[in-house]
């Protein structure tokens, strides 16, 4: 929190060069890419393999680009594999199981445009709260719930307020080390080499150490805090978020020539 209060805040920090780095989720690229949005928009990917396909695309070379033009250098945008191997969800104060149920429901969402209008469409009143005050507004009530990953809100002790947790699948998750372009720009072309390959390396870690946490706070929620944990069957959400497909394209959050070259993605 002392390196910034939110990402877009870190982001900028790396633009100007006063951070070197950070490890973040892909989807807060989307605010300077919108192409980018199409990662974080739920259910917009028929499975994993599509998604690990997009990534290594043309066209997913061409965005990272374009945000190295920016100022912050996606390291090893060809080869990612920094996977997040839980899926996403809701833990909420109340069970949920269908749409409807988010009606009426204060939902924290992170800083990112395409995960909030996601969320939105979806039923939910979303609460945009950085994940510092998160612990806070569940205590409080301020908000209901939040989208999340069960090891992620279990290690921030928000399963101390919220008892039902839900598993959506809403999108497939790559975390992202990236440089300021300007403390890349200093390394020599061996420092660079070395980087990409520890950079590398931690991902085949990470992937590993995903799994293992899956299992691990899973028990932990259930035995330690009493959690539900709750799995729906998801084809009443995919029907929800179809129409909000054609209304995020007409509002410019993802461009439809990106959702085009997804569809004919062979993989």
């Known amino acids: 929190g002392q390196?910034?209060?939110?990402?877009?805040?870190?982001?900028?920090?790396?633009?100007?060069?006063?951070?070197?780095?950070f490890v973040e989720l892909l989807a807060y690229f989307g605010n300077w890419d919108k192409r980018q949005n199409i990662i974080?928009?739920?259910?917009?990917?028929k499975s994993f393999e599509q998604f690990d396909a997009f990534l290594k695309s043309p066209l997913f070379q061409e965005m990272s680009t374009v945000i190295y033009d920016?100022?912050?250098?996606?390291?090893?945008?060809?080869?990612m594999n920094w996977f997040k191997q839980e899926q996403r969800g809701v833990l909420m104060r109340k069970p949920v199981f269908l749409p409807d149920d988010l009606k009426s429901q204060k939902i924290r969402q992170y800083q990112?445009?395409?995960?909030?209008?996601?969320?939105?469409?979806?039923?939910a009143n979303v609460q945009?709260?950085?994940?510092?005050?998160?612990?806070?507004?569940?205590?409080?009530?301020?908000v209901d719930g939040l989208e999340t990953t069960l090891a992620q809100t279990v290690q921030s002790k928000h399963v101390e307020a919220?008892?039902?947790?839900?598993?959506?699948?809403?999108?497939?998750?790559?975390?992202?080390?990236?440089?300021?372009?300007?403390?890349?720009?200093k390394l020599t072309d061996p420092q660079?080499?070395?980087?990409?390959q520890a950079i590398w390396e931690g991902g085949e870690v990470y992937k590993k150490e995903s799994t293992r946490q899956l299992q691990e706070y899973?028990?932990?929620?259930?035995?330690?805090?009493?959690?539900?944990?709750?799995?729906?069957?998801?084809k009443p959400w995919i029907e929800k978020i179809k129409p909000a497909h054609e209304e995020f394209i007409k509002a410019g959050l993802i461009p439809k020539e990106t959702v085009d070259y997804i569809a004919q993605l062979k993989y």
Not at 70 to 79: M, Q, T
Request: aromatic share 10%.
């Open 3 to 21: 390196l910034g209060k939110n990402i877009p805040v870190v982001m900028q920090s790396l633009v100007s060069g006063d951070l070197d780095g």
């Open 40 to 45: 974080a928009c739920p259910y917009c990917f």
């Open 70 to 79: 920016k100022g912050i250098k996606i390291v090893n945008s060809d080869r």
């Open 112 to 123: 990112a445009e395409m995960p909030i209008k996601g969320l939105m469409a979806l039923g």
């Open 128 to 142: 945009v709260i950085p994940w510092p005050d998160v612990y806070t507004a569940l205590m409080t009530g301020t």
């Open 162 to 185: 919220a008892k039902y947790y839900t598993t959506l699948e809403l999108y497939y998750q790559v975390v992202s080390p990236s440089f300021s372009r300007k403390s890349w720009e």
């Open 192 to 196: 660079k080499k070395a980087v990409e």
């Open 218 to 234: 899973e028990k932990i929620a259930m035995e330690q805090f009493d959690v539900k944990l709750i799995r729906t069957p998801l």
